[in-house]
């Protein structure tokens, strides 16, 4: 009996001391907002203003696990399962049926870095938090950033090594598998990126290429087989002046080949200005300009768009934002604000967003 017991204990030990170096935690944000837009076209021809529940407006919701062994000697084993949702319908957020669209990957992190294989981002959305991506999201994506993969843009079939920070640097290269038969290149993507930060000033620069026939492969750029379909290249600071104040400026070029079926527009330059400041504990202001130079078939165009907004902290993870945009579209079509708001063709286009984040 008194053997049992001592077996027992000692069972019980081993599985406390596996538990405890063993750590699974489950997160989540929802952002809804309603939102007013002039100017989208109707399915008519026409346009006219549109109010909208809209779920994901500045972040898109979503749903994750994360987790992380310890294996000993400074080694462990990490993994991260992301889904996106539309909370104001319930749906899954994937127009393609992935489970886990936002992040799927599993990997090993220690000193030498991280090494993460699956479904993922490349370093360009890292850059991302550097610029009005990190204080409008979604809103200020259809002026560049999302074209620029600033807005988060995935890899399939990708394996991404991130170097430990280095005095300040952080690197990343990424490469996805086309996993074409006799064609490696079909689909194929890779990309890298670094940053140095330090006493509130940031650097960064990121490329990444991804090649055509890209179904079910690494690169979701659609064009010719083997072609490339889509390069981007982006330069970025970000400067915290004073605790309250943080001023930021980045230029992004995307070239997309004739051979890629996007051929109405074959090269933009997208830059962006802008800054927030805390104007006290629970309220702050933030504002950006967005201009993009588009080269397209036989065209030039041009769009501007200007942000202003403030945002509402309730508690640290529960705020509520109002933003205020107005986007010109000089000899191309106007995208829109949002999404699902294309604008009038070569017009301007207003927006107003009021909403709700939780984050747990």
Same mark, same amino acid.
């Given at each position: 009996m008194k053997k049992s017991l001592l077996a027992l204990s000692v069972l019980g030990a081993f599985a406390?001391?596996?538990?405890?170096?063993?750590?699974?935690?489950?997160?989540?944000?929802? %952002?809804?907002?309603?939102?007013?837009?002039?100017?989208v076209v109707k399915t008519d021809g026409t346009n006219g203003g549109k109010f909208a529940l809209n779920s994901g407006?500045?972040?898109?919701?979503?749903?994750?696990?994360?987790?992380?062994?310890d294996l000993g000697g400074g080694l462990n084993a990490i993994f991260q399962?992301?889904?996106?949702?539309?909370? %104001?319908?319930?749906?899954? %957020?994937?127009?393609t049926g992935e489970l886990f669209r936002r992040k799927s990957v599993v990997g090993l992190s220690g000193n030498f870095g991280t090494v993460l294989a699956g479904r993922q981002t490349d370093f360009l959305d890292d850059i991302g938090a550097l610029t009005s991506v990190a204080d409008f999201g979604g809103i200020v994506s259809n002026a560049g950033s999302g074209a620029a993969r600033l807005q988060g843009t995935r890899s399939n079939n990708s394996v991404r090594?991130?170097?430990?920070?280095?005095?300040?640097?952080?690197?990343?290269?990424?490469?996805?598998?086309?996993?074409?038969?006799?064609k490696v290149s079909n689909g194929q993507a890779y990309g890298i990126g670094g940053k140095y930060e330090n006493a509130g000033l940031a650097l960064a620069a990121a490329y990444y290429q991804g090649k055509g026939d890209g179904a079910d492969t690494a690169s979701t750029a659609a064009g010719?087989?083997?072609?490339?379909?889509?390069?981007?290249?982006?330069?970025?600071?970000?400067?915290?002046?004073?605790d309250a104040a943080r001023v930021y400026a980045n230029w992004s070029r995307v070239k997309n080949p004739e051979t890629s079926v996007r051929v109405n527009e074959l090269k933009t330059d997208a830059f962006d200005l802008g800054g927030n400041y805390v104007l006290s504990n629970n309220i702050k202001l933030i504002g950006s300009v967005q201009h993009a130079r588009l080269k397209e078939t036989g065209n030039t165009g041009k769009l501007t768009q200007v942000n202003l907004g403030a945002d509402y902290l309730l508690s640290k993870r529960t705020d509520i934002y109002t933003v205020v945009s107005y986007l010109k579209a000089k000899d191309t079509v106007n995208p829109g604000i949002g999404k699902g708001n294309l604008g009038v063709d070569?017009?301007?286009?207003?927006?107003?967003?009021?909403?709700?984040?939780?984050?747990?």
């Open positions: 406390g001391a596996a538990q405890a170096q063993s750590s699974v935690t489950i997160y989540g944000l929802i %952002d809804t907002g309603v939102s007013y837009n002039s100017k407006v500045i972040n898109g919701s979503r749903l994750g696990f994360k987790g992380v062994e399962l992301e889904t996106g949702f539309s909370n %104001d319908t319930g749906a899954n %957020d994937s127009s090594y991130n170097t430990a920070n280095l005095g300040g640097f952080t690197g990343s290269v990424i490469y996805g598998f086309g996993e074409k038969a006799g010719y087989a083997s072609e490339t379909a889509v390069k981007t290249f982006t330069l970025a600071a970000s400067y915290q002046v004073t070569s017009g301007n286009q207003t927006a107003v967003n009021v909403g709700i984040r939780h984050r747990f």
